[in-house]
Structure formats: structure tokens, C-alpha cells
């Protein structure tokens, strides 16, 4: 890999975790059903996916591009006991083709939101669900909106749309 891809990926893509509350927060955003799948683009160490896995019993894919992330992600769905149900690809997610996907998850650092915006109204169907933390889409109205207050200056958002 050319280090000015390296250096992008490290600048587009930080590794900021969503906590527990915020997550926790999403998942009651929405239902899921036994035949549709749960998707976390940029899933860091696999906590989102693990936390839907258990709620819903659903099949929960991760995308993730840092290689030291998927191998935690993949030992932290191991020890949950969730392979069965989870699987962490190791890939940009602006080369996931989202069209297959039923509910999106996404902690999105600002600089991608136009084109993370751009990708979903292109690639997603009618009906699917996507739940971001702490940004807004553009183009597009959140159907539910949450503020999850933990004690500290920041307050999180998770806003819920439906394509």
C-alpha cells in the first residue's frame, strides 16, 4: 500500500468508538428481522455487531479497513461465542456494495459524510434502516432522532433514516 493511501485511510478513518449507551440507544431504534442483516461500516473491534448479534439474533457483518481492528474484532466475537451469527471483512466501506444490506450502522468521521451520504442514497433499497452516530446525512431527513447523555460535555446523537 503507497503510504498517501495509508495516510487517507488513517485521516478519513480514525478508530473512535461508539460507547455502550450510544449503541445500546441505536439497537432500540429499530427492529430487525430474523432474515435480514445487520451491517457496521468501519466496525472497529466488533462491540456494535456484538451488541446486535446478542438483541436481535440476526446475521451482523462488519466492515473494517485497520488489519489490527479485524483481528480484534474477531477475537472479541470469538469469545462471545458469536461466530455463528457475526462476520468481520476487512475492506474499505466505500468499496462494500450496501444494496444487500438491511440495517446500517455508522460512527462517520465529517470529512466522509457527503460521500458516505452520496454512497447510501445510490446504493441502498427502499425500506432499509441506517442508525448514525453523531452526524447527519446529506440529502436525506432522519425519520428519529436521540440524545444519549452521559455526564460529559459531549452529548451523543444517533439519528435513524429510512431509505
Known amino acids: 500500500m503507497h503510504e498517501s493511501a495509508i495516510i487517507r485511510r488513517l485521516v478519513e478513518f480514525p478508530y473512535l468508538p461508539s460507547p455502550t449507551s450510544v449503541i445500546h440507544a441505536a439497537l432500540n431504534m429499530v427492529e430487525v428481522e430474523s432474515n435480514e442483516v445487520f451491517a457496521d461500516l468501519g466496525c472497529g473491534d466488533g462491540s456494535v455487531l456484538i451488541e446486535a448479534a446478542k438483541k436481535f439474533e440476526v446475521f451482523c457483518v462488519g466492515f473494517e479497513v485497520d488489519p489490527a481492528l479485524v483481528r480484534l474484532a474477531h477475537k472479541k466475537v470469538e469469545n462471545a461465542k458469536l461466530k455463528h451469527l457475526i462476520d468481520i471483512v476487512r475492506s474499505d466501506l466505500f468499496t462494500v456494495d450496501l444494496s444487500r444490506l438491511d440495517v446500517i450502522y455508522v460512527y462517520p468521521f465529517p470529512p466522509?459524510?457527503?460521500?458516505?451520504?452520496?454512497?447510501?442514497?445510490?446504493?441502498?433499497?427502499?425500506?432499509?434502516?441506517?442508525?448514525?452516530?453523531?452526524?447527519?446525512?446529506?440529502?436525506?431527513?432522519?425519520?428519529?432522532?436521540?440524545?444519549?447523555?452521559?455526564?460529559?460535555?459531549?452529548?451523543?446523537?444517533?439519528?435513524?433514516?429510512?431509505?
Open 112 to 163: 466522509i459524510i457527503p460521500k458516505l451520504s452520496e454512497k447510501i442514497i445510490c446504493e441502498c433499497r427502499k425500506g432499509t434502516r441506517i442508525l448514525v452516530h453523531d452526524q447527519n446525512l446529506k440529502g436525506l431527513q432522519p425519520t428519529k432522532s436521540v440524545q444519549i447523555f452521559e455526564g460529559s460535555i459531549h452529548i451523543h446523537s444517533v439519528q435513524l433514516y429510512v431509505l
